[in-house]
């Protein structure tokens, strides 16, 4: 009885060159689009101001959410770097296997975050050339200006996705000792930290928003129509300012970092099913 013959097993860039030049193009799709957006009017002063008083109230509640966020990320860094160097997963015992789930951690931690603050960015700028257009142009207008704002946002959650887990990848299989297709198998373990880092921010990004939005929703209401008898959505109540500010931070930038998380969670779900699928048919085809 024969002998099943080995497979060629193919360079691990080989395998996400792909995914890379797809990321890329995205990153070339995003600032396409940002050039025509750019083109749209953004209105009159008073619609300038409303919008860039929403946009940095925006920016300031991410800055800061992030800043006690990072430490949250410190802390967990060094945890996963004590905990797999000191008991490495693979069969080699490799020390490096801390600092690879670490770097893996950060690395997601960073572009949910990065896709969470693009988001935000690009929705507050369209929002207001949005409201122009639909203004002074019509529906229709306003409909591509709007669509043209989102779909930024899509590629840039899409290809900082492709573009970084698959960059990993390729970074998770340098320097392993073992064979090439048990390296590939690592390598998908150790993006497991990459999920974690993205999924982390995206929980704390979507409920500290959510948290802040309906909390200025419910002191507009309160103090501003009860009280004050301001009507709703009236720009004299600051609280509708800090209400807008929470529903860019909680619908758009958590939106973006849940999207970003999803996707990537998606990926390595499949990707480690096939990987043990495929790692076990080897070795019960002796391979």
């Given amino acids: 009885m024969g002998t099943w013959p080995n497979p060629p097993t193919a360079h691990p860039i080989e395998l996400v060159s792909l995914s890379l030049v797809a990321g890329g193009l995205a990153g070339l799709m995003v600032f396409w689009l940002l050039r025509k957006l750019k083109e749209a009017p953004r209105g009159s002063d008073e619609m300038n101001k409303l919008s860039d008083l929403i946009a940095?109230?925006?920016?300031?509640?991410?800055?800061?959410?992030?800043?006690?966020?990072?430490?949250?990320?410190?802390?967990?860094?060094?945890?996963?770097?004590?905990?797999?160097?000191?008991?490495?997963?693979?069969?080699?015992?490799?020390?490096?296997?801390?600092?690879?789930?670490?770097?893996?951690?950060?690395?997601?931690?960073?572009?949910?975050?990065?896709?969470?603050?693009?988001?935000?960015?690009?929705?507050?700028?369209?929002?207001?050339?949005?409201?122009?257009?639909?203004?002074?142009?019509?529906?229709?207008?306003?409909?591509?200006?709007?669509?043209?704002?989102?779909?930024?946002?899509?590629?840039?959650?899409?290809?900082?996705?492709?573009?970084?887990?698959?960059?990993?990848?390729?970074?998770?299989?340098?320097?392993?000792?073992?064979?090439?297709?048990?390296?590939?198998?690592?390598?998908?373990?150790?993006?497991?930290?990459?999920?974690?880092?993205?999924?982390?921010?995206?929980?704390?990004?979507?409920?500290?928003?959510g948290i802040y939005t309906k909390a200025a929703d419910v002191g507009a209401d309160l103090v501003g129509k009860v009280e004050m008898d301001i009507p709703e959505d009236d720009p004299r109540n600051p609280a509708v300012i800090a209400d807008n500010v929470g529903d860019n931070v909680f619908r758009i930038a958590g939106t973006a970092t849940v999207s970003f998380t999803a996707r990537i969670v998606f990926f390595l779900c499949n990707s480690m099913v096939c990987t043990y699928c495929f790692s076990f048919l080897t070795s019960s085809l002796g391979w």
């Avoid at 802390?75 to 020390?95: C, E, H, I, M």
């Avoid at 296997?97 to 949910?112: E, H, P, T, V």
């Avoid at 700028?125 to 709007?146: H, W, Y």
């Avoid at 073992?178 to 704390?204: C, K, N």
Wanted: glycine share 12%; hydrophobic share 55%.
């Fill in 56 to 209: 940095s109230g925006a920016r300031s509640f991410l800055k800061t959410e992030y800043f006690y966020l990072s430490f949250f990320v410190a802390v967990f860094f060094a945890f996963l770097v004590a905990l797999y160097s000191a008991d490495p997963p693979t069969a080699a015992n490799d020390r490096l296997d801390g600092i690879r789930m670490g770097g893996c951690f950060l690395a997601g931690a960073g572009l949910s975050a990065l896709a969470g603050w693009g988001g935000m960015a690009v929705a507050t700028d369209a929002n207001v050339r949005t409201t122009q257009a639909a203004d002074k142009e019509g529906l229709a207008k306003a409909l591509r200006v709007a669509f043209t704002g989102g779909a930024v946002m899509g590629f840039t959650v899409v290809g900082l996705g492709l573009f970084g887990l698959s960059l990993f990848f390729y970074l998770m299989t340098i320097n392993r000792s073992e064979d090439e297709r048990l390296a590939l198998v690592y390598a998908m373990d150790s993006l497991a930290g990459f999920g974690f880092g993205a999924s982390s921010i995206a929980l704390f990004a979507r409920v500290a928003g």
